[in-house]
């Protein structure tokens, strides 16, 4: 089905370790977008890439780095994990590179523990 | 800045009830989109609803109903006869510039969500 993709479901990591989360979407959309859910905070904005070849930090950008590969893929990058990133991470993406109009489209969701 | 207000945090009500869920939106713009997405126990993000700026009219969905008011900036979910079904967490969010980058670019700003549980 089409759509967005993203692994692992789950992963558990202990303090200090790295990880990267994949994400791909083949709907051929120019933005990606990573979120994290923790609870009573919603999803906020970690990194987002307008475009192939850009990406730019969100509202919590701290800790993380991310690579936008190709049009299709975009991944989200511990380089050393810490208990405060625990959470749930969710990939999205977007036809339009400037304006959000269209609905995000989200992965299912990454479930990280950080001990 | 912009900013999305949720101030519901947990409804709880029993099947068959009328419930709305409030949504208060803060914006400079004159151009925006408002959206609703649901997320049942799953865990996935099921969009709902996009209502831009300029249009104030409400929608009606089979049981989902929605009343934006650009006077009080609200963007209200209503669901009538609500189901077992229903159950879920629902985020408002709106479509706005990002703070402090001068090209246009937007991003999706989320509330903090209402869960909403409907007891047989």
């Known amino acids: 089905n089409a759509g967005v993709t993203q692994t692992p479901k789950f992963q558990v990591l202990k303090t200090g370790q790295s990880m990267t989360l994949q994400c791909a979407q083949d709907m051929n959309h120019n933005s990606m977008y990573w979120y994290r859910q923790d609870p009573g905070m919603g999803l906020r904005l970690i990194y987002y890439?307008?475009?192939?070849?850009?990406?730019d930090k969100g509202e919590v950008p701290n800790g993380y780095n991310v690579s936008r590969l190709n049009k299709r893929e975009f991944s989200l990058r511990l380089e050393s994990a810490a208990p405060s990133q625990t959470s749930v991470y969710f990939c999205?993406?977007?036809?339009?590179?400037?304006?959000?109009?269209?609905?995000?489209?989200f992965g299912n969701g990454t479930r990280l523990t950080v001990t | 800045a912009q900013k999305v207000t949720q101030a519901q945090t947990e409804i709880s009500v029993v099947e068959k009830e009328d419930v709305t869920l409030d949504c208060v939106y803060e914006t400079r713009d004159t151009t925006y989109y408002l959206f609703w997405y649901k997320q049942p126990p799953s865990g996935e993000l099921v969009f709902l609803i996009r209502?831009?700026?300029?249009?104030?009219q409400n929608e009606i969905s089979g049981r989902y109903s929605w009343n934006f008011q650009k006077s009080t900036s609200s963007f209200n979910f209503t669901i009538t006869a609500s189901q077992v079904v229903d159950s879920a967490v629902y985020f408002c969010a709106l479509s706005g510039p990002i703070d402090g980058f001068s090209g246009g670019y937007n991003k999706l700003i989320f509330g903090a969500g209402t869960r909403l549980a409907v007891h047989p």
């Open positions: 209502r831009n700026s300029f249009d104030e």
């Open positions: 890439s307008a475009s192939e070849g850009t990406t």
């Open positions: 999205a993406s977007s036809e339009e590179s400037r304006v959000i109009i269209s609905p995000l489209h």
